[in-house]
């Protein structure tokens, strides 16, 4: 269903995502000897920003920003797109049109470039068929001289409410995304970021998150909107950086900056933190929500103090990756080295190494690739309690949750709900083994402690390491034991084992055999 509403000088509408022509310079659809006139202008959005201590937005404080990269069409009275082009990061458009045309400006929610780098960034309404938010001028003649037109895309507020549409909401989104881009592009200028679809519409309560090469973005008045938190924004943008240029094992689920987190939950979400505060270039994270989006919470990603510390913290790694990362020398921080480092780190030794992505894996190299500077990154992980890490097993340290099993030996090992259920710190344990000829191999994992009636049901996944990718798992519902038969190649393993019934401090002994037939 296709909707028209009159805002100010312009019109919001939807269109289907594939209703829309792109490109990254002007083009005309009419023959060469037609008389042409260029109209030009410049595109906004309302960015409402937050009060001074960073609670809540405050819409009496709203600018005009530039609607950087976007894709704008001169559009006829027969819905043909007659000339199209992309803003510059000054939100400055302009287009070669026919003369005496009547025509329509539109500027899509959409960033396309193409060529190196390349982009495609749209944001679409999933709660109607996934059409793509534009903002549209009225129809006008060309005339035989060039001309102005201007758009800006309005917040919709109304003093107390929403009482307009949102049409600023989706540029919002797009503006910290391009930010993103940039932040990657200092690394990499030839960099290609693959597809992004970016999901919200006004009254959405699905969450914020990212998943399989999509934003989902809160847009729920006086519930939880995001679109203005920019930090939130970058942050679930680092999560689809690390699904596309990196790698990340992440289980994900609940955390805050309090938790004692699985090792790979740490880093993805510390990861995502520090990010934000990269991108757009300010340490303080904040989330707005509740009544009139007046209340909420922040936090300082360098500076920021937590109870918790230590390499299962994500506010721990926070402080860290961004410490490396920026300019600031303070405390132990002697770094600054911006994000080329970072990015090497991540597209390289991260995606491929043998372990679970974490803090011990970045580190390990992260000091491998910059020895010069390893004390100075050893003092800023001692400053988060976290002893010298030497390995990506960060072995030799209390809690390790790596244990090596040798084929045919039970291996003994203990999960725990100490701090919390499926993704915290000993719900998991990782269990690395080795296979010297290839072969089908039986894996059984078997509770020792269950005779007080606290029956666990494990289950584990199992991973090959050469190539990183999760090959199995096995998740019955049996109570006590959990048994699978696998062929494996010659290589090394790991195995996730976990209890689904989330048993205080279960014991299990672990093995793996050769199946004889």
């Not at 847009?219 to 203005?228: I, V």
């Not at 259920?421 to 039986?442: E, P, Q, S, W």
């Amino acid at each position: 269903m296709r909707f028209t509403i009159l805002l100010r000088l312009s019109v919001l509408v939807l269109i289907a995502l594939n209703g829309c022509g792109g490109g990254s310079s002007t083009s005309t659809s009419v023959a060469d000897s037609t008389a042409l006139v260029t109209v030009s202008g410049i595109i906004t959005y309302d960015k409402v920003h937050p009060n001074s201590d960073y609670v809540g937005l405050d819409y009496t404080h709203i600018t005009q920003e530039a609607a950087k990269a976007i894709q704008v069409d001169a559009v006829d009275t027969n819905n043909q797109i007659i000339a199209t082009t992309t803003t510059d990061s000054a939100g400055r458009y302009a287009l070669s049109v026919p003369v005496n045309t009547q025509l329509k400006i539109r500027a899509s929610a959409k960033m396309l470039k193409a060529g190196t780098p390349n982009w495609n960034v749209a944001v679409i309404d999933q709660s109607n068929a996934n059409a793509l938010y534009v903002m549209e001028g009225a129809f006008a003649s060309s005339g035989t001289a060039d001309s102005q037109r201007t758009l800006n895309a309005p917040s919709g507020w109304g003093g107390s409410s929403y009482t307009g549409t949102r049409t600023a909401a989706p540029f919002a989104m797009l503006d910290t995304i391009y930010a993103s881009m940039q932040k990657v592009l200092e690394a990499d200028a030839g960099a290609v970021f693959p597809p992004l679809l970016v999901n919200w519409y006004a009254g959405s309560v699905e969450g914020t998150y990212y998943s399989d090469g999509g934003l989902y973005i809160f847009g729920d008045e006086d519930f939880d909107t995001d679109e203005y938190d920019d930090h939130v924004i970058a942050h679930e943008w680092g999560h689809y950086y690390e699904d596309k240029f990196s790698r990340t094992d992440s289980i994900g689920g609940a955390h805050s900056e309090e938790d004692t987190l699985d090792i790979r939950v740490a880093f993805s979400e510390g990861w995502g933190n520090a990010f934000s505060a990269m991108a757009l270039e300010h340490p303080v994270y904040f989330d707005t929500f509740d009544a009139k989006q007046a209340n909420g919470f922040n936090f300082n990603v360098e500076s920021g103090t937590s109870t918790t510390r230590g390499w299962y913290n994500e506010s721990s790694i926070q402080r860290i990756l961004y410490d490396v990362y920026d300019d600031v020398e303070d405390g132990v921080d002697s770094l600054s080295f911006g994000f080329a480092p970072i990015h090497q780190v991540l597209t390289g030794a991260q995606k491929t190494t043998p372990a679970f992505t974490s803090l011990f894996t970045f580190i390990t190299a992260l000091k491998a690739e910059n020895s010069v500077s390893g004390e100075a990154i050893d003092a800023l992980v001692f400053d988060e309690n976290i002893t010298t890490i030497t390995n990506i097993y960060g072995t030799e340290r209390v809690k390790n949750p790596y244990s090596n099993l040798t084929l045919g030996t039970p291996l003994s090992l203990q999960t725990s709900t100490t701090y919390g259920i499926y993704n915290t710190l000993d719900n998991r344990k990782y269990v690395r083994f080795t296979i010297a000829t290839a072969g089908t191999y039986t894996i059984t994992v078997t509770q020792t402690n269950g005779s007080d009636g606290s029956n666990a049901d494990p289950d584990f996944d199992i991973y090959a390491t050469a190539s990183f990718q999760r090959i199995g798992f096995s998740w019955s519902e049996v109570v006590g034991s959990e048994q699978s038969s696998v062929s494996l190649s010659a290589g090394e393993y790991l195995l996730d084992v976990s209890d689904f019934n989330d048993v205080e401090n279960a014991t299990f002994n672990v093995t793996v055999n050769l199946k004889v037939n």
